[in-house]
């Protein structure tokens, strides 16, 4: 069944334990995957609020902040994998509400947030970013069943530290100490929490869910020039702009022969002229390059497609591929099964014609629909994929 449109708004109120929803037919979905995202104070968001699906279209005419959305939800991506805000935030002032006044300290800051679902059900994280004067994190929160698990606040500050009290259902309610102020707290919890009692396994369960959800996130914007020119071969781990394709399609075609064919008979769709394959071919100077096999005799390098034909071939990649290919912290100790990897694809449609956005929507959409990968992505008109199975555009307005 299609998904509904939907608008950026209010986000919803968190849900008390008794409405988590338990699938009645079949075994529930456990995999750690982010299913919302917040902008309550952000760039050019206020109040903001929308769902994260198998496949999430943001809509809107340049202005409207689907870059911005995605540029947030990759900083706490990055913040969850362990990253100092500094790397999260590298212009923290440009992340600020234009108007947001500073108070009487001269303090002015933004709030982000998600949701993450999984085994323990849904869990959400609020972030309270200050930007001015000085880049810190003043205030966290973690809850899940609408108990509070983690809270963090900056009670003195002239120390770079904020006071964390996390649940602990013992004895005493709630643990405390000093977290510092530029790390994500809940990413530090598995470090501190001993996990003894029922509420402290509660906290690492959540804040291990959140965690892996935000480190499987991958933002991806293919770069055509840089994939037309022969490349080092190397780890063969994609990257985000996609320059090192030919390094990873030599070592992906011979690794899983069935995904290589669905890339091959995506490209027939997608790309002028016949396609029998796609080849990386090995040069003398060590490089690898890519090359399309017409199947005629003649192979077609990569330099002579058009952008939207090679924009359409990396995103392609990306979607059908896993995340052991893709350069990102992934958590090695969590089994891709128990985890679902998020695409970010900034301007999804952009150099596409109408049948590759079109094809390129139904690859994530099969894709989405398996539960292993999905994707958040932006363009500026969603029309195109009104009523396509299992989308959800939400509506950007300035």
């Given at each position: 069944m299609a998904v509904p449109s939907v608008s950026a708004g209010r986000p919803a109120p968190a849900a008390p334990a008794a409405s988590v929803p338990?699938?009645?037919?079949?075994?529930?979905?456990?995999r750690a995957r982010l299913t919302g995202m917040r902008l309550s104070a952000f760039a050019g968001h206020r109040r903001a609020g929308f769902p994260v699906g198998?496949?999430?279209?943001?809509?809107?005419?340049?202005?409207?902040?689907?870059?911005?959305?995605?540029?947030?939800?990759?900083?706490?991506?990055?913040l969850g994998g362990g990253a100092p805000l500094q790397e999260a935030f590298p212009d923290p002032v440009t992340c600020v509400p234009e108007r947001a006044r500073p108070d009487a300290d001269g303090r002015r800051g933004?709030?982000?947030?998600?949701?993450?679902?999984?085994?323990g059900g849904p869990v959400r994280l609020d972030v309270a970013v200050q930007a001015e004067p000085t880049l810190r994190i003043v205030g966290e929160r973690l809850t899940a069943g609408g108990v509070v698990l983690l809270e963090t606040a900056l009670r003195e500050p002239r120390r770079r530290c904020v006071e964390a009290a996390w649940h602990t259902a013992d004895s005493a309610p709630a643990t405390r100490a000093p977290f510092p102020d530029d790390r994500l707290g809940t990413a530090l919890l598995p470090l501190r929490v001993a996990g003894r009692t029922d509420g402290q396994r509660h906290v690492l369960s959540a804040a291990e869910q959140m965690?892996?959800?935000?480190?499987?996130?991958?933002?991806?914007?293919?770069?055509?020039?840089?994939?037309?020119?022969?490349?080092?071969?190397?780890?063969?781990?994609?990257?985000?702009?996609?320059?090192?394709?030919?390094?990873?399609?030599?070592?992906?075609?011979?690794?899983?022969?069935?995904?290589?064919g669905l890339l091959v008979e995506a490209l027939r769709a997608g790309c002028a002229g016949p396609v029998a394959d796609l080849i990386a071919e090995p040069l003398a100077d060590g490089t690898v390059r890519a090359l399309l096999d017409r199947g005629d005799g003649p192979r077609t390098e990569l330099a002579r497609l058009g952008d939207g034909e090679l924009r359409y071939l990396a995103l392609t990649l990306v979607l059908l591929t896993g995340p052991g290919v893709l350069d990102l912290d992934a958590p090695g100790e969590v089994p891709d099964a128990l985890r679902?990897?998020?695409?970010?694809?900034?301007?999804?449609?952009?150099?596409?014609?109408p049948l590759q956005r079109r094809q390129l929507l139904d690859t994530a959409a099969r894709m989405g629909e398996r539960g292993h990968i999905?994707?958040?992505?932006?363009?500026?008109?969603?029309?195109?994929?009104?009523?396509?199975?299992?989308?959800?555009?939400?509506?950007?307005?300035?």
């Amino acid at each position: 069944m299609a998904v509904p449109s939907v608008s950026a708004g209010r986000p919803a109120p968190a849900a008390p334990a008794a409405s988590v929803p338990v699938p009645s037919r079949g075994l529930p979905d456990v995999r750690a995957r982010l299913t919302g995202m917040r902008l309550s104070a952000f760039a050019g968001h206020r109040r903001a609020g929308f769902p994260v699906g198998a496949v999430t279209l943001l809509a809107g005419r340049s202005g409207t902040g689907k870059t911005t959305a995605l540029a947030a939800l990759e900083a706490l991506a990055r913040l969850g994998g362990g990253a100092p805000l500094q790397e999260a935030f590298p212009d923290p002032v440009t992340c600020v509400p234009e108007r947001a006044r500073p108070d009487a300290d001269g303090r002015r800051g933004f709030r982000i947030g998600c949701t993450a679902d999984g085994a323990g059900g849904p869990v959400r994280l609020d972030v309270a970013v200050q930007a001015e004067p000085t880049l810190r994190i003043v205030g966290e929160r973690l809850t899940a069943g609408g108990v509070v698990l983690l809270e963090t606040a900056l009670r003195e500050p002239r120390r770079r530290c904020v006071e964390a009290a996390w649940h602990t259902a013992d004895s005493a309610p709630a643990t405390r100490a000093p977290f510092p102020d530029d790390r994500l707290g809940t990413a530090l919890l598995p470090l501190r929490v001993a996990g003894r009692t029922d509420g402290q396994r509660h906290v690492l369960s959540a804040a291990e869910q959140m965690v892996v959800a935000l480190r499987s996130v991958f933002p991806c914007d293919p770069r055509p020039d840089g994939m037309r020119t022969p490349v080092p071969t190397g780890s063969g781990r994609l990257l985000r702009g996609c320059d090192n394709l030919a390094d990873v399609l030599w070592r992906t075609r011979a690794e899983c022969a069935r995904r290589h064919g669905l890339l091959v008979e995506a490209l027939r769709a997608g790309c002028a002229g016949p396609v029998a394959d796609l080849i990386a071919e090995p040069l003398a100077d060590g490089t690898v390059r890519a090359l399309l096999d017409r199947g005629d005799g003649p192979r077609t390098e990569l330099a002579r497609l058009g952008d939207g034909e090679l924009r359409y071939l990396a995103l392609t990649l990306v979607l059908l591929t896993g995340p052991g290919v893709l350069d990102l912290d992934a958590p090695g100790e969590v089994p891709d099964a128990l985890r679902s990897l998020t695409v970010l694809a900034d301007g999804f449609d952009r150099a596409l014609d109408p049948l590759q956005r079109r094809q390129l929507l139904d690859t994530a959409a099969r894709m989405g629909e398996r539960g292993h990968i999905r994707c958040v992505a932006a363009v500026s008109d969603a029309s195109w994929a009104t009523g396509a199975e299992g989308v959800t555009v939400v509506h950007l307005e300035p």
